[in-house]
């Protein structure tokens, strides 16, 4: 099993910045993927920026030039830094992984808890 455990969400007004962790944890072989998602009140979840193992990132429109993700391959950690919060940006952030638990295994998606950002005006 793998767990992915968030942090760094909060309360900030807008044109504030916060900065999101998640460790995952467990029986990993490789990560080929982590990212982070999000869901507002009402609303479908959706992807807010991905990066592969080999550095290569994707962002929503919504949140280009803003946002930035990274990643240590080595201690199985990403991170999203988020700059100039809208109120649009509030919602639940969910860490996501796409972990083989050992070399023969397939992939396997994987959701953190997910952490609450609240963006006041």
């Known amino acids: 099993q793998v767990q992915l455990v968030e942090s760094g969400g909060g309360l900030v007004q807008a044109g504030g910045s916060l900065r999101l962790s998640c460790a995952a944890s467990g029986s990993i072989f490789s990560i080929s993927l982590m990212g982070w998602y999000r869901q507002a009140p009402g609303k479908q979840r959706e992807l807010v920026a991905i990066i592969f193992n080999n550095g290569i990132t994707n962002y929503a429109d919504s949140v280009k030039g803003r946002f930035t993700i990274s990643r240590d391959n080595a201690k199985n950690t990403v991170s999203l830094q988020m700059n100039s919060l809208k109120t649009e940006d509030t919602a639940v952030y969910y860490c996501?992984?796409?972990?083989?638990?050992?070399?023969?295994?397939?992939?396997?998606?994987?959701w953190g808890q997910g952490t609450q950002v609240t963006v006041s005006s």
């Open positions: 996501n992984a796409v972990v083989k638990s050992t070399s023969w295994d397939n992939n396997r998606n994987y």
